[in-house]
């Protein structure tokens, strides 16, 4: 069984910058991949960014040039740095994770709300 604590979500104006975290209750080492959903309000929750255990990076094609994901391996952590924030980008983001022993098994976080307005 896994873990993700997130945190760092609210209330931002357009144009502005927030950033989110993921802590994982296991070792970086057993991680396969970590990245970050999200899911607004009647639509399909969608990938935004994901890092792999090689350093592969993808991001969604909306936010390529605004967010940026890393991980802190010491703390079994991952970042979503948001900046030029939209009000399209507000919806729930979801933290998400595979183990390279399970690659079949999602696990997720409990969700936070990222909401973009004037």
């Known amino acids: 069984q896994v873990q ?3 945190s760092g979500g609210g209330l931002v104006q357009p ?5 989110l975290s993921c802590a994982a209750s296991v070792s970086v ?14 639509k399909q ?14 991001y969604v094609d ?3 040039g605004r967010f940026t994901i890393s991980r802190d391996d010491t703390k ?3 970042y979503l740095q948001m900046d030029s924030l939209e009000p399209e980008d507000t919806a729930v983001y979801y933290c998400h994770t ?3 022993r399970q690659p079949g098994l999602d696990y997720w976080g409990q969700g ?6 004037s």
Do not use: C, H
């Open 76 to 78: 079994s952590t991952v």
């Open 15 to 19: 144009g502005g910058s927030l950033r």
């Open 45 to 58: 929750r969608e990938l935004v960014a994901s890092i792999t255990n090689k350093d592969y990076i993808s």
């Open 62 to 64: 909306s936010v390529k």
């Open 29 to 42: 080492f057993s991680i396969y991949i970590m990245g970050w959903y999200r899911q607004a309000p009647g």
């Open 98 to 100: 595979r183990l390279r």
């Open 112 to 117: 936070t709300q990222v909401t973009v307005s």
């Open 4 to 6: 993700l604590v997130e």
